[in-house]
């Protein structure tokens, strides 16, 4: 069974900067695509952006601001943030689409990191 961990959230005042990493935990695997989620109070959970193989599309609210990374040898997917924005506070998700030996390509969740940006 594949894990997702996550970490890095925390708090940051206007324009500062934050990295999130999520983690995939299991003796052999492999990334197909990683998607980053982030929900608000009281919104819907939305697509802040997602790296496949050969393509990189982010939200328009956070493009040129947010990128999203992997090191496949560390097993881990960064979403690193600049320029932070009081509206980017939220519950940060990382998604993964991971390939192991045991169950195939499956869809796995990660158990979401705060994020929360002040004015």
């Known amino acids: 069974q594949v894990q997702l961990v996550e970490s890095g959230g925390g708090l940051v005042q206007a324009g500062g900067s934050l990295r999130l990493s999520c983690t995939a935990s299991a003796p052999w695997l492999r990334i197909n695509t990683v998607g980053w989620y982030r929900q608000a109070p009281g919104k819907q959970r939305e697509l802040v952006g997602l790296l496949t193989d050969i393509s990189q599309k982010y939200a328009d609210s956070v493009k040129g601001r947010f990128a999203i990374t992997r090191d496949a040898a560390k097993k881990t997917a960064y979403l690193q943030m600049n320029e932070l924005k009081p509206e980017d506070t939220a519950v940060y998700y990382c998604?993964?689409?991971?390939?192991?030996?045991?169950?195939?390509?499956?869809?796995?969740w990660g158990q979401g990191t705060q994020v929360t940006v002040s004015s």
């Open positions: 998604n993964a689409n991971i390939w192991t030996p045991a169950e195939g390509s499956t869809d796995y």
